[in-house]
Structure formats: structure tokens, C-alpha cells
């Protein structure tokens, strides 16, 4: 089986998996980073978002034999503690329910606001329609993209 | 005024306590039953699993640091409670919130009580007795400071975790005292506060696990491991009514990362004979083939590469047949009544006027968005199951059964749950992880693809309701409402909601109809349709009678008022109050012109909900603009968490009204992934606006009752802005097909 390096959150790391492997399960099954989560498997949810080189990207179908050499950001690696303007302003407007999805909706709202760091919420709304959040939270994923957008100025 | 639905509380001592040894105190309680006599917590907590959910179902620990944990073993799904439960505690109790910590606990299986998530009744089972508990423990630790002090305890008061002797002067903190509280004598009886002095409640409380979310921490079923684990994927025939007849797995084989393949079948089959299981096991009783790996991509993989084949053993249906199954069975079944009033019969023979309207609704998926997935290790001394369950009891149960094991082999632990929405009610995914553990005898993780999710599913069913009004001197005489379902019907008590009572004839009919697609509960279940269909029919009803849609409802709740009928579960003041503040709030009749609006009310999960639905017409497709909801769902214990749930209720259900559609073709579903099935995306999404009628009244739950009539605000809107009636789900499909490509 092919070995690959993977620089994931500044961190080194040497899997040995298939070369068709999806970014997702080698960071979920074989790094143990699970908080990119799975949810569809076709880049349909933005469940599985990460940063790849700064730009989010859908891991679940990104396979591994692509990213030596890549810079890889996931949800784990995002800020220090937790404290990520974008992290912040989930926890200010208390955003999850359920939670499963809000590591892709944060990785995308961070892309997203990197660069664009002063939108308009058309903007956000056609920024984040690809990420789908079951429970509907979706008015406060706009209200807390606003709320980091302040916070980043 | 009648309440509803007042939930029945025994005052009978349900608290035990214990000194630890380790230093302070634990209190053991009971949420729904009396503790017997001779129970006592443990005076120890080494381990979480030693705690005891068969005499109490929560336990207070109250260290000497003056810290306090819950642990709780109620299931969250995101509905909050794991929040909104320690609030109850933490207010009585009276400490700083920070203070509190809480955990969820796992399931001891020994004959357990009831734990479940569903019918948003979590919050109103808990009002009562998690407020004695903490009341109680409040007044331990006073009695304790009191005897310290030497003066007596009505000389004492608690606040935020100190105690003051109101004579000296002194204060004391909680975990000062804690050993000694712990060795008293429960009180007999406590008093709870005024709820004007609530510093806990209602105020907004971030969700416990905010800070685990938001890092991506372990949390969810799908996050669990174990040394040692293996992967398992199930492939299950394609078709409702198909089987496995035979299956070639050498390819499978082959690929790297498989370590093996087995069947399984035979177990949930046998325990289908003697057990009334049919309703949560999906996709009927076939055998399963089941690829095992060290991944969870090469357990997906094998299970592509097995080359199997299937045998047709009951019809492959198709929705058209569903279509004419309803639509025969509506004009000329069977009905049970659930209700009957005066004589409709002859209210319909004397009528001036009848409106008779038909609305027909879909096979919807849940699409949770963590896929179905549990863990099982069964071994000979036991079996461990981890993952999230909205029925962890009656799972484990139907596990011992399945595998011929005492219950008390059997430790099951719940995780957070990626949405449960009904789908977790059932354990059919629980039963295959232990049936597969204990074929290979390894801990394995079973997932379920989104393939595997959508179309293998326990599905909302589709309905059809026939509405008929009998109508003399332009006064509503006769109401007839007949249910056709498949595989499914209202419950009995949704016959004595809105407009029983209200109409002197009143009849309620219901008809199954059987088919081999596995159906059942979803968000809000019945109601989710009904409350649709029913505020569309008023809404036209209203224009029949050339009488405001608004008072059209008020006219017919004042026949409500002041009834002696002990089986109406709504309260006509409670409406007639969220219908008002929707009216307000929503600035009903003054709004701009392109600006259409509909309205809904409706009472369901013992919550009363009334919605006004803003639309603007944009290239020909309505765009809901705006939601404004009215609540009444007693004291808001947690505004934050509260208004996540209206708001998502409300975006919920016009997501599926609007789009949601799972079809059939000769027994499969004709959608499998989220490329085929649209779910409600950020930019189709209305700002939902919520107010919540101000009330000292106990809680109820909020999961659910906002969801309902959100269509019928929607289709009353879009009649206003077009004037097309919309009868059918989704109701998009009235619109040009470029509108469902968003």
C-alpha cells in the first residue's frame, strides 16, 4: 500500500492508505481528527469541509493522493483555542442544535470571510448554500458570520 | 380554564442521598416514579457505569469545592435538553451557572425506566421534580449551616451557592457544608421558588457542549472508537419487497483493507416471529450482507464490489399506487372513528353549502445528517453498545432478546446525535451492530452510507385527508375529516385538537393503508401533514363563508370556552392569545404591497402555535420572506435554546413542504443522496421572527410544535399572491421545474 505525508494542522503525518482514499477518512479513521464530519459523501453538505491551502474544500471527495505537499486546515487546527474569530461568534450566538454539521459551516464561513471580510448577507447567504444544516440553523449561521465579521475588523 | 394535558406528579419522596466518600454529597432522583424505601446512591463514584439508572435516573453530585454535576443519561438530540434539564436543578439549588458541569451518563440496563427523546415532552416530565431536587438539596445544605451556627434554619437564606446566617451575619459556601448535609434526613417538604425571583430560567444558556462543537471534539456517534474496532457496511436489497437470494463476494474480497464477509438476517428474523418488531426494522426481514475492514472507505468499497441478487417476494410499489391506494381508500374504505359529535350526517343534509377539499402529502426521508451508525462489542461477559439512540431502553432490550442475553449483559452508552428528527426512535441499526459483533465476535462500528440512509429508510408516510364543512345561514354546522395513511394513522388524541369542541357535529375518521415500505415516526409526526392540510381547508373555508380568516377561528374558539369536555387537549385562551400576538407581530393586513401573507394556528405536543407567512413573487416562484411565530409553550426556561428550535421548526417544515419528495419506482426510492433530494438551503431561508407569549405556566416542549403549520402559512400566502390553492406536497411542483434547481 502507498504511503503518503500528510501536513495536516502544522503537523507531519505518514498514513499508509490506498491511493483513492478521501482526505475525510484518512483524517477520521487513520489521523483521528474526527471532528470533519461525513454526511454525504459526494460534496453535497459541506459536512466534510476543510481548508486546503486556505480554500475549503469538500474532503470527502478529495482523495490523498493529491495533497503531498498541501497545507491542510481542519476544524482541530483552526485556532489555538478555540477562539478563531469565526468560533467566537458561534459560541456568542449559541448557533448549533444538533452540532454535526458546524465544523464544515465554520470551515466555509472562515474561508468565505478570509476573503471577503466585509460582506453583505446576500453575500453570506450565497456563500454558505452549499452547506447544509438539517436542524435549520441557518438564520443564526448568518447572524454569527455578521457577528465574526465585526470581530475581524 | 383547562389545561391541558397536566402532567401527573407523584409528591412521594423521590430523592435519596448519599455521603461520598471521597467527600460530599450525592443525590440520587427519580424523574417519573417514587424511590423505594430501602435505595440508596452509591457512596462512591469510581465509575460512571456503577451508578444505578434503575432507582434513580439522575444523579446531583455537590462536591467540597462547592461544584456541582448532573448526570444525566437523557438522550440530546438537539433539542436542547442536556441544557435546558441542569437549569431546573442549577435555579432551585441556587448556584452561579458557571458551577454547574454535566455529563452525559450511560444507560444501565438493569430494568430501566422510561429514557427517551421524542414527543418534545422531555421539559414538561422534568418541570416538577428537577426543581424539588435541587430545592431540596438547597435546603440540606441550609440545615447543615444551621446546626453548624447553632441557629435555626429560618434563620438562614442561600443564594448562588453561599449561605448566610441572617442573625451573625456569617456565610458559609455549599461545599463547606456538604459532608454534613449529606448524612441528614431528606426534608419532607420544600418550597419552590416564585417565578418572578428565577435567575436561571429564562435566561439564555449556551448548549452545555458549545465549546466541543465548535473545536470538533469527539462527540458524536460516528466520533466513537475503540482499540481494536473494525468497520462493517450492510448492503441491503435495493427494493422494499426484495430479498437476498444469493451474492458473489470474491471481488469484495480482494480489495485491500477487507478483512471479511458474513450474513446476517437470521436473528431479526426468529425474534420477528415472536415479537411485534415489523414497525423499526427497515427494509423487512431479508438477509444482509456485510463486508467488515480496517476502514471505514475500504468497508465502502467492498460493499460496491459485492455482486448480489435479489428475488421479489411482495409487490414493488410504486408512488402512483400509493396514489390510488389513498385516493380509493378515502372515497370508499373502512374508517375507524376516533371521534364523533352530535350528528354530522344530518348537519351534512341539512347544509345550505358544503366545502369538500382533499391535500395529499409524500414518502419523506429523516436525512439525518450523522448516518445512521452504533457500535456493539459483544463478547461472553457482556455486551457494550455506544451510539446515538433516541430508544436506548427499549434497543437494549430488543438486543437481549435478539442475542438470547440477560439484560444485564448489556451496557449501552448514548452519544450526541447528528439529528434525530424520529429516525432514532427506532433500532434497527442497533440491532444489526449487535448481530454483526456477535457473528465475528470483534467491537464494530457499523455506517450506513447517505445512500444506504435515504433509501433503506423509515419513512414519514404519505396522507391524504378529505376535509368536508357543512354550511347553514353561513354558520359552519358539520365537520367530517377522514385519514387515509399508509402503514400509519393519527393518535387517538389529535381527534380532540382544533376544531373539536368547536363544531356541534364533529366527526373524525381513520383508514390505513398496508403497504411493504417500512414507514413512521417523523418530526412532529401526523401533525406535520395535518396541521397543513386543515389551516389550508380553514383558510379557504373562511373565504366560503366571506368571514375573516382570523375571526373565523376566533368565532369558533368562543364555542370552546368554559367546555366541560375533559378530551379537548387545547386550550381555546391559549389560542386565541398566540393568534393575537401573530397578528401584532406580523403586522397582519398592513404590509407593503408585493408583500403577500398567510396565516396558520394550531396546537400540538402540548404547545400552541400560531405563524403569519410573509411571501414576495420573484420570476414567477414565491420567496418566503418572513416567518413571524407566536408561542405559547408555558416558561421559556431557555430563551437561546427555545428560539433555535422555533426558528428551525419553522425553517424545517417549509423546507419540506416546499421540496421534500421521496418517490418510488417498482419498490425503490428514486432519490439517494442529496444531489436527488433537496433539502432547505441558507439562501432559500426566511428570517423567522419569534415571540413567546409571557406565562408562569409549566413548561412544555418545543422540538416539535412550531414545525407543523408553517405549510399552511406558506400555501395560504402563495394563494393570496396567485390565487392557486396548493393540495399537494411539495409545493414547489406547482411552479416551473427551474425553481427546484435554486
Known amino acids: ?153 | 380554564m383547562k389545561k391541558s394535558n397536566q402532567i401527573q406528579f407523584s409528591r412521594r419522596a423521590f430523592i435519596r442521598t448519599s455521603a461520598l466518600a471521597s467527600g460530599g454529597m450525592l443525590i440520587g432522583f427519580n424523574l417519573f416514579t417514587a424511590c423505594k424505601d430501602d435505595v440508596v446512591p452509591p457512596k462512591e463514584l469510581i465509575d460512571l457505569s456503577q451508578l444505578n439508572y434503575n432507582d434513580f435516573n439522575a444523579y446531583i453530585k455537590i462536591s467540597p469545592e462547592g461544584k456541582v454535576t448532573i448526570f444525566s443519561p437523557n438522550p440530546e438530540i438537539g433539542q436542547g435538553v442536556k441544557t435546558s434539564m441542569p437549569m431546573l436543578v442549577a435555579e432551585e439549588l441556587d448556584i452561579p451557572w458557571e458551577d454547574v458541569y454535566v455529563q452525559q451518563a450511560p444507560l444501565d440496563t438493569k430494568n430501566f425506566k422510561r429514557q427517551m427523546a421524542g414527543g418534545s415532552r422531555s421539559i414538561s416530565l422534568a418541570w416538577e421534580p428537577l426543581r424539588q431536587t435541587g430545592a431540596t438539596a438547597k435546603q440540606m445544605l441550609i440545615n447543615a449551616a444551621a446546626t453548624k451556627w447553632g441557629v435555626d434554619a429560618t434563620d438562614c437564606s442561600a443564594k448562588q451557592g453561599l449561605i448566610t446566617n441572617k442573625v451573625s451575619g456569617e456565610t458559609l459556601g455549599y461545599g463547606d457544608v456538604v459532608n454534613e448535609a449529606a448524612t441528614l434526613e431528606v426534608p419532607e417538604k420544600v418550597t419552590l421558588k416564585d417565578p418572578k425571583d428565577f435567575n436561571i430560567i429564562g435566561q439564555g444558556k449556551n448548549n452545555v457542549d458549545i465549546d466541543e462543537i465548535i473545536t470538533g471534539k469527539p462527540l458524536f456517534g460516528l466520533d466513537y472508537k475503540e482499540e481494536g474496532m473494525v468497520y462493517a457496511c450492510v448492503l441491503r436489497p435495493p427494493a422494499f419487497g426484495q430479498e437476498l437470494e444469493s451474492f458473489d463476494d470474491s471481488a469484495a474480497r480482494t480489495i485491500e483493507g477487507v478483512i471479511d464477509v458474513v450474513t446476517i438476517g437470521e436473528k431479526v428474523r426468529e425474534l420477528l416471529k415472536k415479537e411485534d418488531l415489523h414497525w423499526s426494522v427497515n427494509i423487512g426481514s431479508s438477509d444482509k450482507v456485510v463486508v467488515i475492514a480496517n476502514s471505514t472507505w475500504s468497508a465502502f468499497k467492498g460493499k460496491k464490489a459485492i455482486k448480489a441478487i435479489w428475488k421479489n417476494t411482495s409487490p414493488l410499489e410504486s408512488s402512483e399506487y400509493h396514489s390510488q391506494e389513498l385516493a380509493k381508500v378515502i372515497d370508499s374504505g373502512d374508517f375507524n372513528t376516533l371521534r364523533e359529535d352530535g350528528d354530522v350526517k344530518q348537519a351534512f343534509s341539512n347544509a345550505d353549502n358544503i366545502l369538500e377539499r382533499t391535500y395529499e402529502s409524500t414518502f419523506l426521508p429523516h436525512n439525518c445528517l450523522e448516518p445512521m451508525n452504533f457500535f456493539a462489542n459483544v463478547t461472553d461477559d457482556k455486551i457494550h453498545l455506544v451510539g446515538p439512540i433516541q430508544t436506548p431502553e427499549g434497543s437494549a432490550d430488543t438486543v437481549s432478546k435478539l442475542l438470547d442475553r440477560n439484560k444485564e449483559d448489556i451496557y449501552l452508552e448514548m452519544t450526541r446525535m447528528g439529528g434525530g428528527f424520529g429516525r432514532r426512535l427506532y433500532g434497527d441499526f442497533v440491532y444489526e451492530a449487535a448481530e454483526i459483533s456477535d457473528a465475528i465476535r470483534k467491537p464494530v462500528k457499523v455506517i450506513s452510507s447517505r445512500e444506504d440512509d435515504m433509501t433503506t429508510g423509515i419513512y414519514r408516510p404519505p396522507t391524504k385527508y378529505k376535509f368536508s364543512a357543512s354550511i347553514k345561514d353561513n354558520k359552519v354546522t358539520g365537520y367530517h375529516l377522514k385519514e387515509a395513511c399508509i402503514n400509519g394513522n393519527s393518535w387517538p388524541q389529535m381527534s380532540n385538537f382544533f376544531p373539536a369542541g368547536a363544531i356541534e357535529n364533529y366527526k373524525y375518521d381513520i383508514a390505513q393503508v398496508n403497504s411493504n415500505i417500512t414507514a413512521g415516526a417523523w418530526r412532529a409526526p401526523i401533525t406535520n401533514f395535518l396541521a397543513s392540510a386543515e389551516q389550508s381547508f380553514f383558510d379557504e373555508l373562511a373565504e366560503e363563508l366571506k368571514i375573516d380568516r382570523i375571526q373565523l377561528h376566533k368565532d369558533l374558539l368562543q364555542n370552546v370556552k368554559g367546555t366541560t369536555d375533559e378530551r379537548i387537549q387545547y386550550s381555546p385562551e391559549r389560542l386565541e392569545g398566540v393568534i393575537d400576538l401573530a397578528v401584532d407581530k406580523s403586522n397582519w393586513g398592513k404590509t407593503p404591497e408585493d408583500i403577500y401573507q398567510g396565516f396558520a394556528v394550531y396546537y400540538c405536543h402540548n404547545t400552541h402555535v400560531a405563524e403569519v407567512a410573509d411571501i414576495k413573487m420573484e420570476n414567477g416562484y414565491p420567496v418566503v420572506k418572513k416567518v413571524t411565530v407566536a408561542v405559547d409553550c408555558g416558561v421559556v426556561v431557555n430563551p437561546l435554546g427555545a428560539q433555535n428550535q422555533v426558528v428551525g421548526g419553522v425553517i424545517d417544515g417549509l423546507g419540506h413542504m416546499m421540496y421534500g419528495e421521496l418517490t418510488f419506482k417498482d419498490g425503490v426510492p428514486q432519490s439517494s443522496n442529496f444531489n436527488s433530494y433537496q433539502l432547505i438551503r441558507m439562501n432559500q431561508t426566511p428570517y423567522v421572527d419569534v415571540h413567546f407569549v409571557k406565562s408562569d405556566i409549566a413548561p412544555t416542549g418545543l422540538g416539535e410544535p412550531t414545525l407543523p403549520p408553517v405549510g399552511a402559512a406558506v400555501a395560504n400566502a402563495i394563494y393570496a399572491a396567485t390565487g392557486q390553492r396548493l393540495y399537494k406536497q411539495p409545493f414547489m411542483k406547482y411552479f416551473k421545474p427551474e425553481a427546484l434547481k435554486a
Request: net charge negative; hydrophobic share 35%.
Open chain 1, 1 to 153: 500500500m502507498p504511503t503518503y505525508n500528510l501536513k495536516v494542522n502544522g503537523k507531519l503525518h505518514t498514513v499508509e492508505v490506498e491511493s483513492d482514499t478521501p482526505l475525510l477518512w484518512v483524517l477520521r479513521d487513520h489521523i483521528d481528527l474526527v471532528g470533519t464530519k461525513f454526511g454525504c459523501g459526494i460534496a453535497q453538505c459541506g459536512a466534510c469541509t476543510v481548508h486546503i491551502d486556505g480554500v475549503a474544500t469538500r474532503s470527502c471527495v478529495t482523495t490523498v493522493s493529491r495533497l503531498q505537499g498541501s497545507e491542510i486546515v481542519t476544524i482541530e487546527g483552526l485556532s489555538e483555542n478555540g477562539n478563531h474569530p469565526v468560533q467566537a461568534a458561534w459560541k456568542e450566538i449559541d448557533v448549533p442544535q444538533c452540532g454535526y454539521c458546524q465544523a464544515g459551516q465554520i470551515m466555509t464561513a472562515s474561508a468565505f470571510l478570509e476573503n471577503n471580510p466585509n460582506p453583505n448577507k446576500s453575500e453570506i447567504r450565497s456563500a454558505m448554500k452549499d452547506n447544509l444544516c438539517r436542524c435549520a440553523s441557518y438564520n443564526s449561521i448568518e447572524k454569527a458570520i455578521e457577528v465574526a465579521a465585526s470581530k475581524i475588523k
